[in-house]
Nanobody
Framework: QVHLGESGGGLVQRGGSLKLSCVVSGGAFADYAMAWFRQAPGKEREREFVASINFSGNGKHYGDAVKGRFTISRDDEKKTSDLQMNSLKHEDTAVYYC????????????WGQGTQVTIFS
């Protein structure tokens, strides 16, 4: 059974930085493409794409709202995917979810429980 667990969320001042981590247990981590999504307050039906990284780590994509500010990475030995978030804005406030997608699927098959990120002035 594959399990994803996010950590690193919290309160941070506008303009600050935060690093989220996602650890994966079970499954074959090296085969998974990893991605981060977020769900903002009042938008419970919308899960916004934040960033993704392919299984080899050389293919990264970012949502327009975070380009140039966020960086996704992966460590196959530790079975983790990190999301480094810089220059945080109020609109980055959301619950951030980690996901894993196996190579035979077009959509993530596994999700974490989410970690809250709140930006204050």
């Amino acid at each position: 059974q594959v399990h994803l667990g996010e950590s690193g969320g919290g309160l941070v001042q506008r303009g600050g930085s935060l690093k989220l981590s996602c650890v994966v247990s079970g499954g074959a981590f090296a085969d998974y493409a990893m991605a981060w999504f977020r769900q903002a307050p009042g938008k419970e039906r919308e899960r916004e794409f934040v960033a993704s990284i392919n299984f080899s780590g050389n293919g990264k994509h970012y949502g327009d709202a975070v380009k140039g500010r966020f960086t996704i990475s992966r460590d196959d030995e530790k079975k983790t995917s990190d999301l480094q978030m810089n220059s945080l804005k109020h609109e980055d406030t959301a619950v951030y979810y980690c996901s894993a997608r196996n190579p035979f699927s077009d959509i993530p098959g596994y999700w974490g429980q989410g970690t809250q990120v709140t930006i204050f002035s």
